[in-house]
């Protein structure tokens, strides 16, 4: 029973990240002015790839995805969505670019916990449980995939890489999963554990959290 | 007999893919001053990718393309074609840029086609044939998985995001394939469901069907 | 016995190859003016991309890089000290940008060269050894993979489509190696093949070997 419950919380944990992700994917798609198409293309992408990589890595082929239509078609849906309120009021949506990335970054971010969550989860399932750095690692994984893939396609330097604490927000998240799950109802464990990597990656940006750079040298490029 | 037959018939249709999109990629790679080699790896890459994530996806490891080497051998072969009549006759190659531009979209068109139709019936062979979401979705990323790796190597934001039709057209190949399939035999139904793709592509070009974008309002970026 | 010694020459090979490509994936992280962070997350998809594609595309899932944390791990401390090294003593780390760009070049060779053997090493252990194409083309794979992953998410133009003799000197070495194993003690073919692949790489930067290009005729582009 546990079990099932545990698959269940896991299930609609992954819908909400599918549409949170979907909703960052198709913005980004906006902003890059691509067409009606393109923007459903874009959020599914990045609704469905982190969790394509997941099952693929793991061996669970054909991957969730391709099995139950509901992911790709959420994702469609809500897309289609965003897509309609940014044509229909583009005042509204767009008020100034900086409007824009902070509601991409919130998406990302809800995006971005549950499916640390739901990538460590999967690991478990999967019967590698007794292997935390597996399952942290996968949860990583599988938090960073969807948005990587958004912004290679996007031609742009992905967000994993640039923005302030973003793989680590996810790597605290999935960990924070494997420890809660040994003492709580799994369901509570995922809520909980999402909302750390949701909460510390927004105070990363809200205060502008930095870590050290190498100061560059100026000379020929 | 029959499954014979269709194992051939998709087998013939796999290597006239690999022709046009090894075509596709080595032009590509021709246009952005690759050397030899440049062209001779894009063209392969361009000809097996697709093919190569439709096996991993199915769990059909290693790809065909990895056991077979037919596929690599003859993507090499039309690269180092392509690649000699560009070099020993370069007026005639590019009178223009759209010329170019416009034969690498004609054999993107036929792999795209024949992808589609390839992806739709490998996933049939491994036997997802009653899902019928699978199927289409795996026609679809097949497709368009040889052009997003050859678009993103080439440092270029990927056709399928910002052509017209592109991905649809895909779609609706496999899904033709998948109906047609059944009453009609194998050879046939491939034969048209690609036809059915080349032609919605190569229509939404001639005659540049658009679909809505979202109006962007100018301010910072 | 021999099997035992191949395996481990090959981890010690694949130790080495971790080390080359994390060092080349945190210079080219720390150019790209990313964190510390940024440098820890490129060091390590570069160093493992290539073996979690490999295992991939074998069907060995879940990856090495996965169950066993030593990679990673290995990674990320190797790309802390080339960040702590630049970090500290910025005009030492780069006093020109050539040197920088030379020395990611020969990282860059080691682990090509380590890469190229371990991929076809695998694809031997996997019980693909009579198929000398499948396991030369995995050498390949393996070997370019980190590279490409670091390339495109640096967004460059891959070093695999642009730098004299690169994927060919993978192949070379990994098909000196599929042939020397058959006559000599796998360590010793695995480091006389690596070897063939680092000394043509570094010949052709040395004496800057070209490959015919297609003359561009200038019109509009």
Known sequence: MTASLLITAAQIAEYIGTVAFAVSGAMCAIDRELDLFGVLLLGIITATGGGMLRDVILGATPPAAFIDPVYVLTAAIVSLLVFLVAYIRPERYSRTHETVDRR?????????????????????????????FLCVFMGMNTAVGGGILRDILSMRVPMVLVKHVYALAAIIGALAFCLLVRCLPPALAMFLAAGVTFVIRRLAVRFNWNLPKVRQIQNGK
């Not at 991409?104 to 935390?132: Q, R, S």
Request: aromatic share 6%; net charge negative.
């Open 104 to 132: 991409i970054d919130i998406f990302d971010a809800i995006g971005l916990g549950i499916f640390a969550v739901t990538g460590a989860e999967a690991a478990m399932a999967a019967g590698h449980g007794d292997n935390l």
